[in-house]
């Protein structure tokens, strides 16, 4: 089946402007993470969408970025007046949340933001 | 709060020979405890997990990796180096009884010389 989806695959942009990132999870899982891969610094966790919960926004690193998730499925994470350090590969995961804190994350192939 | 230490950000091993990543962890509770593998240019896979079943896990490719309480520690190993194996590999935790925060290692990356 169709697995995690990400879109763009790459994105460029000049330091300032707003991006938008987009994360399809797989159908039928209710639970969403965002993370953020830079080089040498393994996997940064950003937010976490469950189901109608609140999300845990506790690892978005400044108020420039933001995330929602519309309807329990797609999301997307926005980043405001973009600078070189946000440059990295962002990427997304879903989860069945079945067995709860064991549950295997799948990832999407990610998007590489680059600012100049 | 919980933590993972991945002892080498690279590793080279010749093809044939065996293969160890090792991965340390901090935990208040009982972990649960993960090995992912990310392949150049994909995103990242499950290759085992430890949900406190048997304490020897065996993954995808050969892949095992054994949960020692004692050493607070989770290495990944393998007999036998194969070419594609190469990629970088990533150990996490996450804490039973909450919901499930992952915390990921900052990687090894495998190099696999004929």
């Known amino acids: 089946g169709a697995g995690v989806s990400q879109s763009p695959s790459n994105k460029v942009t000049e330091k300032g402007k707003d991006v938008e990132l987009r994360c399809d999870p797989i159908s039928g899982h209710t639970a969403l993470y965002w993370y953020r891969q830079s080089l040498g610094q393994g996997l940064e966790f950003l937010i976490y969408?469950?189901?109608?919960?609140?999300?845990?926004k506790s690892g978005l690193p400044s108020d420039r970025f933001s995330a929602e998730r519309t309807g329990g499925s797609v999301s997307t994470l926005t980043i405001q007046r973009t600078q070189q350090e946000d440059s990295a590969v962002y990427l997304c995961a879903s989860t069945t949340r079945k067995a709860g804190a064991a549950d295997t994350q799948y990832f999407g192939p990610g998007t590489r933001l680059t600012v100049l | 709060a919980q933590s993972v230490t991945q002892l080498g950000s690279h590793v080279s091993v010749s093809e044939g020979a065996l293969v160890l990543l090792r991965c340390n962890y901090s935990s208040s509770v009982p972990p649960y405890l993960f090995w992912y593998v990310q392949y150049p240019n994909q995103g990242l896979q499950l290759l085992l997990k430890y949900t406190s079943a048997a304490t020897l896990v065996k993954g995808i490719n050969g892949f095992e990796a054994e949960f020692k309480k004692s050493e607070t520690s989770f290495h990944l190993t393998k007999p036998s180096a194969h070419m594609s194996d190469a990629a970088e590999y990533f150990c996490a935790v996450s804490e039973s009884g909450g919901y499930q925060k992952v915390t990921f290692g900052t990687g090894t990356k495998l190099q696999v010389i004929p």
């Open positions: 969408f469950q189901g109608n919960s609140a999300p845990d």
